[in-house]
Every structure is written in structure tokens, then in C-alpha cells.
């Protein structure tokens, strides 16, 4: 499956949110959070993956609120749920020992307990880190019985040196170490130029990626404080949820990039075997690690399906709006 029409530059500008709000995580850590969409419809949450923030999801957000430049949002649409990872985005770097994914799991349980209401259960789609980050999550009570049904997109839980083909080597310990360096370099990535996207392309992207997608990618991760990068990408190296894979009870399904570098598809079929509940398993054609933004609609899809399929509708009166409108 691959788009149906590359999107245009606007398509890729975020879009108001309806509400802002803070969700105040374990440690203290701050975390901004956005929600779309008419109260009452069912919930989505949204998580972005490493170098990343909201922005990411600007056209998957269009399509499941009904809103312009989606290319095919539903009717009623959803009530859209993202938040920027600590240290991503609005969300404040985090002070020492912040950086794990037991911070990460933190911080999605306290995004639910923000802005669903006592009962009310979403879909979680995570891209990246933010799969990670469900996995991650999946066991705890609080973030299981607010589960509907999950996402993972482009997602690998371990095992992330060994099998990137970010580097056009060998598989083994030579191009495991090189990986390393890469993911916790605290190099400046500087503005954006031609040479900088085309990078950015080859690692991230797939080759006949559009130019407004590629740009929209080299914009929100040269955002990114390299500081944050580094510290990130050194959890990344170290990466391993397999056992967290059996917590994740929910119907979940898995997309990926066919020709995905960071997470190969290798990992999403593994996923797939051993998912207690695999809601089916996607390879998108042609495209690379950022699938959300490589091709929105089939990410958007895949989420209307769970929707549909598992989310029971959550009527307006049941809304949490512990938010200041702004």
C-alpha cells in the first residue's frame, strides 16, 4: 500500500489544537499535551518517536478528526490525544537519571490519567520510541485498563544496534559500535540544507519519499535539542522490552516500512509472533522508518480500524476536560 497522492506543504503544518494542558509525570516532569477533535468521540492517544514532538502527527490528526489536508478523515471523527516526549518539543528536559523507559512509561500513564475520563479507554498508536513506549507501559494497571486497543509503528523493542541498516556494512560488532556512535552523538545537527535532508532521506525515509514529507521530517528533528538526542539515543542502544511484549494484552497491530533502516521489518514481524493479541501485521511498500508522515492515511486506517473495531463510542458528558482552553 502506498499514498494515493503525495500531500502539499500545508498538509504538514500542525494544526490548532482545541485544548492545551500539562500532564505532570512521577518525577515532576512537565508534559505538554494537545487533544483535537469533538469531546466525546473516541479517544486516541498519540505518541511520537525519538526527535520528534506533536508536529509529527499533523496529517495523521487532520485525517481522524474530519479535518482538511487528511486525505480521507471520517465523518465524526475522533478526539485526538499527542503530547511531546520529555525533553521533545514543549515538553522541559528532564533533570539526571530522567532518561529511561520507565520515565517513558511513566509519563503515558500520567497523559491518560490527565485526559480520559474515570472508565474510558483508548487507542494508543505509538511511532518509534513512542511504540516503545506502549510496550514499555503495557503492564501497568493504570495504563492497561485505559487500553482500547494500540498501534506500534516502526517499532522494535530490542536488539536496535544489531539489526539498523542505517550503515552500509556487515551486520556485526564493527557496525553494531558504529550504530552506537551515531545514536548517542551530541553533534549539532545545525539548519536544515539540501545535504542535511538527503541524509536525513537516506536514514529515515524511503526513496521515493516526497519532498514535503522530507522536509516536514528535517524541520521537526533539527528541532531537537541535541543534548536530548544523545541522551535518548543512549537509551535506544541499550534497548530491551522483549518481556514486556507479553504485557501488552490489547489488540494491537503492527506497520512498518518496507524499507525502514532504524527498525527493519525484522523487528515488526517479530513483534507480530508474539503479540498475545496481533490485530494483523502491515509492511508498507516502499517506504522507510517515518511511516505517520510517509504515508498518513494508511497510518490513519489502521487506527480507525481499532477504533472501530474495539473502542466502544465515549459519548460527551464522559469526557475528562482537566485542560485550559487556549
Not at 91 to 105: N, V
Not at 202 to 216: I, M, Q
Request: with cysteine; charged share 20%; net charge neutral.
Amino acid at each position: 500500500m502506498s499514498p494515493t497522492r503525495p500531500l502539499s506543504q500545508e498538509a504538514y503544518a500542525p494544526p490548532a489544537p482545541r485544548r492545551t494542558l500539562t500532564a505532570t509525570s512521577a518525577d515532576g516532569t512537565a508534559l505538554h499535551v494537545e487533544t483535537y477533535g469533538p469531546d466525546g468521540a473516541p479517544a486516541v492517544v498519540l505518541v511520537h518517536g525519538w526527535t520528534c514532538s506533536t508536529a509529527f502527527w499533523a496529517p495523521v490528526v487532520r485525517s481522524l478528526t474530519g479535518g482538511p489536508g487528511g486525505g480521507g478523515g471520517t465523518a465524526d471523527g475522533c478526539r485526538v490525544i499527542a503530547y511531546d516526549l520529555r525533553g521533545h518539543g514543549r515538553s522541559p528536559a528532564p533533570g539526571p537519571g530522567g532518561y529511561s523507559t520507565r520515565a517513558l512509561a511513566d509519563d503515558l500513564a500520567a497523559v491518560l490519567d490527565a485526559t480520559l475520563a474515570d472508565g474510558e479507554r483508548a487507542v494508543l498508536a505509538g511511532h518509534s520510541m513512542g511504540g516503545m513506549t506502549v510496550v514499555a507501559a503495557a503492564g501497568r494497571p493504570a495504563v492497561r485498563e485505559r487500553t482500547a486497543a494500540a498501534l506500534l509503528c516502526s517499532t522494535g523493542v530490542s536488539r536496535l544496534l544489531a539489526e539498523a541498516l542505517v550503515l552500509p556494512l556487515a551486520a556485526g560488532r564493527v557496525r553494531s559500535r558504529l550504530t552506537r556512535s551515531v545514536l548517542g552523538t551530541s553533534a549539532p545537527l545545525g539548519p536544515v540544507t539540501p545535504l542535511g535532508k538527503r541524509v536525513l532521506k537516506y536514514a529515515t525515509l524511503g526513496p521515493d519519499a516526497p519532498p514535503a514529507a522530507v522536509d516536514a521530517c528535517a524541520r521537526i528533528v533539527h528541532a531537537c535539542d541535541r543534548r536530548v538526542r544523545a541522551a535518548w539515543g543512549a537509551v535506544l542502544a541499550e534497548l530491551d522490552l522483549d518481556v514486556n511484549i507479553r504485557e501488552l494484552t490489547a489488540p494491537t497491530a503492527v506497520i512498518v516500512g518496507t524499507e525502514d533502516r532504524l527498525t527493519p521489518a525484522v523487528h515488526a514481524r517479530g513483534l507480530a509472533a508474539r503479540l498475545p493479541d496481533c490485530a494483523g501485521l502491515t509492511e508498507l511498500p516502499g517506504l522507510g522508518h517515518m511511516t505517520p508522515v510517509e504515508d498518513p492515511e494508511a497510518v490513519a486506517a489502521a487506527v480507525r480500524e481499532l477504533v472501530a473495531a474495539h473502542n466502544p463510542h465515549n459519548t460527551a458528558d464522559t469526557a475528562k476536560d482537566k485542560e485550559q482552553s487556549v
